[in-house]
């Protein structure tokens, strides 16, 4: 695994874009940002604490994406997600050389508030196949966040 940090400074109150990165008070802002991975990107669970997290979308039809946990949860503050399976046409793999290649990798989530401006810091591991995808697009998502907040 590769690690990989981004950052956006954003003219909000950390409980603002923490809620709107989430989709706490409503998913579609979730799905706003992250559409720039795949237009139909979303998830099915919960954010809290120990919480299994599928975050997907569809490819030829397909529901396909990460399985994951989620470590930490600092409202406002901080976000751990671990990914230790994937979803590949509708179906959970959590073990065998597919999902290996992706277990354990996190993605790290800070938010920092200094003087109602949040720096997002996001550290996350990612495979050498998508090392040029996640550098291209992460900051991409990371502008569409801004400027939705």
Not at 29 to 52: A, L, R, V
Request: net charge negative.
């Amino acid at each position: 695994m590769k690690k990989l940090q981004f950052k956006v400074d954003i003219n909000a109150a950390s409980s603002k874009v923490y809620d709107i990165m989430l989709g706490i008070s409503n998913k579609s802002t979730y799905e706003q940002w992250t559409k720039i991975f795949n237009p139909t990107s979303t998830y099915e669970g919960d954010w809290s604490k120990g919480s299994k997290m599928l975050f997907i979308g569809t490819n030829e039809g397909k529901l396909e994406g990460m399985v994951s946990e989620i470590v930490e949860n600092i409202p406002h503050r901080y976000l751990s997600i671990r990914h230790y399976g994937i979803l590949k046409s509708n179906i959970e793999i959590t073990e065998g050389p597919e999902a290996e290649r992706w277990a354990n990798g996190f993605e790290n989530y800070i938010f920092d508030e200094k003087n109602g401006i949040t720096s997002v810091i996001v550290n996350l591991d990612t495979i050498d196949e998508f090392l040029d995808y996640m550098n291209l697009t992460f900051p991409i998502a990371l502008q569409k966040l801004k400027e939705i907040c």
